[in-house]
């Protein structure tokens, strides 16, 4: 039987996370976090979705059992979590202050 907490556990430390710092980028509670990981509680398909989104998975992937996630930067995967909340003209100007931002490197 597929023991969802465990992946969870399994991809978070793959991917250099603290439990909190994986609950605070999935947006769930550390609390809920730690009785899932440690199989007190059976999670909701939304906390998963959360949880795969924070982790730069599909679905797929956390259930398929791919080890190798499509972000292998937690800061990167932590930008984009904050990119998703940001309305379009936010987005343009967080991309030309990234593109100087390179330009100067």
């Known amino acids: ?48 979705m959360k949880i795969c989104n924070a982790l730069g998975i599909t679905l797929v992937e956390f259930f398929g059992g791919e080890e190798k996630t499509h972000l292998e930067s937690p800061k990167v995967r932590e930008l984009l979590v904050y990119a998703q909340k940001l309305s379009e003209k936010e987005l343009e100007y967080l991309c030309r202050f990234l593109e100087e931002v390179s330009k100067e490197r």
């Open 1 to 48: 039987m597929f023991d969802v907490g465990k992946r969870i556990k399994e991809l978070r430390e793959q991917c250099g996370l603290s439990m909190s710092k994986l609950a605070k980028i999935a947006g769930v509670g550390q609390s809920t976090l730690s009785y899932i990981e440690n199989g007190e509680r059976s999670p909701t398909i939304d906390v998963i």
